[in-house]
């Protein structure tokens, strides 16, 4: 009986007294692997400035409202102007009288009463009364501050009778009927962002509402520091729901075709060596596979596993090479349907 108990058995199956080893394994096929990101991004108007007089001066008249929109050109305040007026009535008198010696001598050029240096020099002067005079309407047309395109006044900054000079913002004036949406994309999303390409963007303000636009440019060049390009996508925005300055996200996908993806508990570490249990004729096959990244829940076999053969996903600690198995559905062990992973 002494002798009986110390007799080990030396090919006792893993699974125990004369059975196979019970483990659940899934089937490797090939699945679709798309890569996504959420880019950051900054919303910006079409066009955007800051309205500021040409030259020092008082504020006479304020001809809009905050939050007016105005039409390119529109008039929007107008400076003191007296003298300017005067400047340019001074200029006109000149010039009237220039010319009117102009006319007069060209009549006696015929008969050569007057030399052609003198009335050279008569035009000379014709033309720097013309200039004066152009000169001073355009220093007029700088007392009233217009519009320089189509969109929405900002807060008023000034009232009527300050003084303001070349560095006082009067408002702001932005065109928000399409906003500019600028974003960063990683160097390995380079070759997926193309000009024209749609895109969808989101706002933590409007959670439940998509913002579909185009892509208008990319950049040249990647940032040496964050390896990433910036973009600009143009967003239609009629209904002015975005406002410049908000913070909006851009999901993006790269399709990187059908891949092989084995589930991560499949996955036998030893060392630096990444191994599996494939099954084959009711025997646990031990096999190395090389790895490629991970998906949560999966893995990309790169090497070692062709499309269509089983492995061990549960049980793989009651297994060695080549013991026999008894195989479980691993729709059946874990009483639902697995999922792909993607």
Known sequence: MIAACGDEPQNRP??????????????????????????????RANESVDI???FSSLVTR???????????????????????????????????ESRSLYNRSKELESTQAISASNLEALL????????????????LRNTQVRAPFSGRIGLRRVSPGSYVDTDTVITTLDDVRA????????????????????????????????????????????????????VRAVIPNDDEL???????TVGLQRDRGDVLMAPEQAIVPEGSRQYVFVVSDGQAQKRQVRLGRRIPGYVVV??????????VTEGTHKVRDGVPVETLEAKAALGETPTNGT
Not at 66 to 86: F, K, M, W
Not at 124 to 139: G, I, L, P, W
Request: aromatic share 6%; no cysteine; net charge negative.
């Open 62 to 96: 304020i001809l809009f409202e905050e939050g007016q929109y105005v039409a390119e050109g529109d008039l929007l305040l107008e400076l003191e102007n007296s003298e300017i007026r005067a400047g340019l009535a001074l200029a006109e008198a000149s010039l009237s």
């Open 179 to 230: 906003i500019k949406l600028d974003f960063s994309v990683p160097e390995t999303f380079v070759n997926v962002i193309k000009e024209n390409m749609g895109i969808v963007a989101h706002s933590l303000v409007f959670p439940d509402r998509e913002f579909r636009g185009t892509v208008a440019s990319i950049d040249t060049r990647l940032d040496p520091v964050s390896r990433a390009v910036e």
């Open 52 to 54: 500021r007089p040409r």
């Open 14 to 43: 893993a699974g125990g007294w004369g059975g196979a080893a019970k483990v659940v394994t899934e089937r490797i096929e090939l699945r679709p692997l798309v890569d996504e990101i959420e880019a950051l991004g900054t919303a």
């Open 242 to 248: 975005l406002k410049p300055g908000m913070f909006m």
């Open 302 to 311: 790169a090497e070692g596993l062709d499309p269509g053969e089983s492995v």
């Open 124 to 139: 000379a002067q014709v033309k720097v009364d013309e200039a004066n005079v152009e000169a001073a309407r355009a220093k």
